[in-house]
């Protein structure tokens, strides 16, 4: 949710905002805010990009065969676990013989989402996947991809070939536009699974934070000893949905993860 403009925004804007709005008017494109040249979301997606680049620079600096750190079994549970949850896991079942090319890329994307949905549950930061435009953008990259690792294995001709459903040719008139819309489909449906669910975390937490903080500011018109009382709910509430938000962030990183390899599975499959 963008309700609010964090202090590291301004601060980005202010440094910046400047050299953006050059930019946007080279591109004749006009800011919903000129005063917020670089939205929120923006600049929460440029921390996670940045983090996570630190995170992998830091992992990679400390991997061992020998001793291995606890960063570094969390990262090789990430890729692999007994509970099948990880990345390799995940492209195995569902990518094909082939999963190890796809890695780099799905889990990519994946960790993206993932260090994104969790920004929010930081204060002071926000989670870029709960702007529609994110997730999108991740759906985006994710739907070129599989298209492209189905060319890539088919041919051209003989990948256009996988959306006649193997029917006569005389029903392909039918068959080829429900198969391609079938499979524009899947931008929609990725983005708006990740963006709904982020949202709606956000909402509800922000929305229950709300209502438990105004017993609290009446408590302390009454007597100090009853704000005091009051407010014990509002330091609770808070962690159970910090506990929710982490559950839905790792539960729609799994399913951002699984559909895209099961995409790729069946564009690059030899049975159609």
């Known amino acids: ?107 990519s994307v994946s960790m993206f989402i993932l260090l994104s949905n969790l920004l929010g549950v930081f204060p002071l930061f926000s989670s870029p996947t709960g702007k529609v435009s994110v997730p999108f953008a991740c759906a985006i990259v994710t739907f070129f991809y599989f298209n492209w690792q189905g060319v890539r294995h088919h041919g051209p001709v003989r990948y256009l070939g996988t959306f006649t459903g193997g ?25 708006v699974r990740l963006w709904a669910n982020i949202f709606a975390s956000d909402m509800i937490y922000g929305l229950f934070l709300g209502l438990f903080a105004g017993p609290v500011v009446w408590g302390l018109t009454k007597s100090p000893a009853l704000a005091v009382v009051l407010g014990v709910f509002p330091a609770l509430i808070p962690l159970i949905f910090v506990a929710l938000h982490i559950f839905v962030s790792v ?10 390899a099961v995409y790729i599975g069946m564009a690059a499959s030899d049975h159609h």
């Open 251 to 260: 539960i729609q990183t799994y399913v951002f993860t699984v559909l895209p």
């Open 1 to 107: 949710m963008e309700n609010h403009v964090s202090w590291l925004a301004q601060l980005v804007n202010h440094i910046f905002g400047r050299f953006a709005l050059a930019v946007l008017s080279a591109l004749n494109i006009k800011p919903n805010n000129p005063e917020m040249p670089i939205p929120e979301h923006v600049v929460m997606a440029l921390c996670v990009l940045v983090l996570g680049t630190g995170l992998a620079l830091l992992l990679r600096s400390r991997l061992s065969v020998e001793r291995p750190g606890g960063m570094q079994q969390v990262a090789e549970l990430l890729l692999t676990n007994p509970m099948g949850f990880g990345l390799n896991d995940i492209l195995k079942e569902n990518a094909g013989h082939q999963w190890k090319k796809y890695v780099s890329l799905v889990g």
């Open 167 to 191: 029917v006569h040719p005389a029903l392909w008139i039918l068959i080829v536009p429900v198969e391609i819309l079938s499979t524009t489909a899947r931008l929609m449906s990725l983005t």
